[in-house]
Nanobody, 123 residues
Framework: QVQLVESGGGSVQAGGSLRLSCAASGYMYTTYCMGWFRQAPGKEREGVATIDNNGNTTYAEFVKGRFTIAQDNAKNTLYLQMNRLKPEDTAMYRC?????????????????WGHGTQVTVSS
Protein backbone atom coordinates (compact mmCIF):
# COMPACT_ATOMS: atom_id res chain seq x y z
CA GLN A 1 0.00 0.00 0.00
CA VAL A 2 1.12 3.52 -0.80
CA GLN A 3 -0.41 6.59 0.80
CA LEU A 4 -0.32 9.92 -1.00
CA VAL A 5 -1.20 13.27 0.52
CA GLU A 6 -1.35 16.42 -1.59
CA SER A 7 -1.00 19.98 -0.37
CA GLY A 8 -0.28 23.45 -1.69
CA GLY A 9 -3.46 24.22 -3.56
CA GLY A 10 -5.32 27.48 -3.16
CA SER A 11 -6.72 30.50 -4.91
CA VAL A 12 -4.54 32.72 -7.05
CA GLN A 13 -4.99 35.34 -9.73
CA ALA A 14 -4.15 34.66 -13.33
CA GLY A 15 -0.45 34.93 -13.94
CA GLY A 16 0.37 33.81 -10.43
CA SER A 17 2.17 30.72 -9.19
CA LEU A 18 1.56 27.79 -6.86
CA ARG A 19 3.62 24.80 -5.85
CA LEU A 20 1.83 21.56 -5.14
CA SER A 21 3.34 18.84 -3.01
CA CYS A 22 2.53 15.15 -2.75
CA ALA A 23 3.98 13.27 0.20
CA ALA A 24 4.27 9.53 -0.34
CA SER A 25 4.55 6.85 2.33
CA GLY A 26 4.24 3.11 2.62
CA TYR A 27 5.90 0.37 0.62
CA MET A 28 7.37 1.66 -2.61
CA TYR A 29 9.32 -0.10 -5.30
CA THR A 30 12.64 1.27 -6.43
CA THR A 31 11.31 1.53 -9.98
CA TYR A 32 8.16 3.60 -10.24
CA CYS A 33 6.49 6.55 -11.83
CA MET A 34 4.45 9.36 -10.34
CA GLY A 35 2.22 11.91 -11.92
CA TRP A 36 -0.12 14.83 -11.49
CA PHE A 37 -3.63 14.73 -12.88
CA ARG A 38 -6.45 17.22 -12.76
CA GLN A 39 -10.18 17.31 -13.17
CA ALA A 40 -12.41 20.33 -13.48
CA PRO A 41 -16.16 20.18 -12.80
CA GLY A 42 -17.99 18.69 -15.73
CA LYS A 43 -14.79 17.68 -17.49
CA GLU A 44 -12.86 14.47 -17.81
CA ARG A 45 -9.68 13.87 -15.87
CA GLU A 46 -6.53 14.79 -17.75
CA GLY A 47 -2.88 14.05 -17.19
CA VAL A 48 -0.66 17.01 -16.40
CA ALA A 49 2.86 15.65 -15.93
CA THR A 50 4.70 12.48 -14.98
CA ILE A 51 8.14 11.56 -13.69
CA ASP A 52 9.82 8.20 -13.17
CA ASN A 53 12.53 6.99 -10.81
CA ASN A 54 15.17 7.96 -13.38
CA GLY A 55 13.91 11.52 -13.50
CA ASN A 56 12.41 11.23 -16.96
CA THR A 57 9.47 13.60 -17.33
CA THR A 58 6.50 14.07 -19.60
CA TYR A 59 4.17 17.05 -19.84
CA ALA A 60 0.80 17.73 -21.36
CA GLU A 61 1.03 20.26 -24.15
CA PHE A 62 -1.17 22.71 -22.31
CA VAL A 63 1.33 23.06 -19.42
CA LYS A 64 4.64 22.89 -21.26
CA GLY A 65 6.79 25.86 -20.40
CA ARG A 66 4.61 26.78 -17.41
CA PHE A 67 4.62 23.76 -15.07
CA THR A 68 7.55 21.76 -13.76
CA ILE A 69 7.36 18.35 -12.11
CA ALA A 70 10.10 17.34 -9.69
CA GLN A 71 10.75 14.88 -6.90
CA ASP A 72 12.76 14.81 -3.72
CA ASN A 73 13.66 11.18 -3.16
CA ALA A 74 15.01 11.84 0.32
CA LYS A 75 11.64 13.23 1.36
CA ASN A 76 9.53 10.89 -0.80
CA THR A 77 7.78 13.97 -2.09
CA LEU A 78 6.57 14.91 -5.52
CA TYR A 79 6.17 18.54 -6.55
CA LEU A 80 4.42 20.49 -9.26
CA GLN A 81 5.60 24.05 -9.73
CA MET A 82 2.89 25.94 -11.58
CA ASN A 83 3.73 29.32 -13.07
CA ARG A 84 1.77 31.73 -15.27
CA LEU A 85 -1.46 30.14 -14.13
CA LYS A 86 -4.58 30.59 -16.23
CA PRO A 87 -8.26 30.40 -15.25
CA GLU A 88 -8.51 27.20 -17.30
CA ASP A 89 -6.01 25.59 -14.91
CA THR A 90 -8.72 25.64 -12.24
CA ALA A 91 -9.30 22.04 -11.15
CA MET A 92 -8.79 19.45 -8.45
CA TYR A 93 -5.22 18.25 -8.73
CA ARG A 94 -4.34 14.74 -7.63
CA CYS A 95 -1.10 12.83 -7.59
CA UNK A 96 -0.71 9.16 -8.40
CA UNK A 97 2.02 6.56 -7.94
CA UNK A 98 2.64 3.20 -9.57
CA UNK A 99 5.33 0.57 -9.31
CA UNK A 100 6.93 -0.33 -12.61
CA UNK A 101 8.83 -3.32 -13.98
CA UNK A 102 10.95 -1.00 -16.09
CA UNK A 103 9.56 -2.43 -19.31
CA UNK A 104 7.02 -0.61 -21.42
CA UNK A 105 5.17 2.52 -20.40
CA UNK A 106 4.70 3.34 -16.74
CA UNK A 107 1.18 4.51 -15.92
CA UNK A 108 0.91 6.20 -12.52
CA UNK A 109 -2.86 6.41 -12.93
CA UNK A 110 -2.94 2.60 -12.74
CA UNK A 111 -1.61 2.72 -9.17
CA UNK A 112 -2.41 4.59 -5.98
CA TRP A 113 -4.08 7.98 -5.71
CA GLY A 114 -4.18 10.87 -3.30
CA HIS A 115 -7.37 12.72 -2.45
CA GLY A 116 -6.38 15.90 -4.19
CA THR A 117 -5.86 19.61 -3.61
CA GLN A 118 -8.00 22.33 -5.19
CA VAL A 119 -6.47 24.98 -7.42
CA THR A 120 -8.59 27.99 -8.35
CA VAL A 121 -7.32 30.65 -10.72
CA SER A 122 -9.32 33.85 -11.09
CA SER A 123 -9.13 36.22 -14.03
Amino acid sequence: QVQLVESGGGSVQAGGSLRLSCAASGYMYTTYCMGWFRQAPGKEREGVATIDNNGNTTYAEFVKGRFTIAQDNAKNTLYLQMNRLKPEDTAMYRCAWAGWSGVGVCRPDFGFWGHGTQVTVSS
